[in-house]
């Protein structure tokens, strides 16, 4: 039987209206890749990124503020979608799915340029070891192993937690620490803009040459999701807008974001 077409319009107006798509991501003040813009609005590398690459999929980013320890819990737990600039390890891998894209920026140990050459550090260990005081950010991970590193006394011993990395730079700058580990670009952003770009220097040390990604739900985001947002972030380098977001924010676009082929 074919309905009249006035019946078949009020059906459809009956159906319900398919569901938007929403992702949760985390957000936090960590520029260049995570803050808060002078318009209120959520800014920084990995927010825009993430932003036009779940608008090209379809989809619309929902910031939500917390800490990174909350966030992994969210994460495994579903009530996060999505948590930028995370290191993959065996355990977050049972929870977490992780993208193809990712962040090549080292997190390198920094010192006072008054103390360069008086401590020969090659692994994390060495801190303790020496009595280097190292000011953290609290909850963040300097490396993938640094949950385990840092749970020896010795090394609790020597650590001091900050509310921010500014807090981190601004100890050390004053003395109270004698060494921070940042990722390489937002230190250089908050040396440049807290003037102490002189007087704090990077060393050779790196706590963490592995990469890092974006990390996604398995308990709400599906492969097929994955893919699509790694697919987006794809054309985006394709067309020059990864380009035109990683330098807006003085970061070098080659160095800092790939494909995993």
């Known amino acids: 039987m074919i309905l009249p077409r006035a019946a078949v319009l009020v059906m459809l107006a009956a159906l319900p209206a398919a569901a938007?798509?929403?992702?949760?991501?985390?957000?936090?003040?960590?520029?260049?890749?995570?803050?808060t813009l002078p318009d209120?609005?959520?800014?920084?590398?990995?927010?825009?990124?993430?932003?036009?690459?779940?608008?090209?999929?379809?989809?619309?980013?929902?910031?939500?503020?917390?800490?990174?320890?909350?966030?992994?819990k969210e994460l495994e737990d579903g009530g996060l979608d999505i948590l930028p600039n995370v290191f993959s390890t065996p355990e977050r891998q049972t929870f977490a799915l992780y993208s193809r894209t990712r962040s090549h920026v080292p997190n390198r140990l920094f010192i006072r340029a008054a103390d360069r050459g008086r401590?020969?550090?090659?692994r994390l260990g060495d801190l303790p070891r020496l009595g280097v005081r190292l000011g953290l950010k609290g909850g963040a991970m300097a490396s993938p192993d640094f949950a385990a590193v840092s749970s020896d006394p010795?090394?609790?011993?020597?650590?001091?937690p900050s509310r921010s990395h500014e807090s981190s730079l601004r100890m050390l700058h004053?003395?109270?620490?004698?060494?921070?580990?940042?990722d390489e670009?937002?230190?250089?952003?908050?040396?440049?803009?807290?003037?102490?770009?002189?007087?704090?220097?990077?060393t050779q040390f790196v706590a963490a040459p592995a990469p890092a990604y974006f990390a996604?739900?398995?308990?709400?985001?599906?492969?097929?999701?994955?893919?699509?947002?790694?697919?987006a972030i794809e054309a985006m380098r394709k067309?020059?807008?990864?380009?035109?977001i990683l330098t807006g924010y003085g970061l070098d676009a080659g160095a800092a974001i790939d494909i995993l082929e």
């Open 119 to 122: 401590w020969d550090i090659t």
């Open 154 to 160: 010795a090394f609790q011993a020597i650590l001091t």
């Open 174 to 182: 004053a003395g109270r620490v004698d060494a921070v580990i940042l």
């Open 40 to 72: 209120g609005k959520p800014g920084g590398v990995n927010a825009d990124v993430t932003r036009e690459a779940l608008r090209r999929m379809g989809c619309r980013a929902d910031f939500r503020t917390m800490p990174f320890s909350r966030a992994l």
């Open 239 to 244: 067309d020059g807008t990864l380009t035109q």
């Open 185 to 202: 670009q937002t230190a250089h952003w908050e040396l440049a803009r807290l003037g102490f770009a002189d007087s704090v220097i990077g």
């Open 20 to 35: 938007e798509c929403v992702m949760s991501v985390r957000m936090d003040e960590d520029p260049p890749y995570l803050t």
């Open 216 to 231: 996604f739900s398995r308990a709400k985001v599906s492969e097929e999701q994955r893919d699509g947002f790694d697919a």
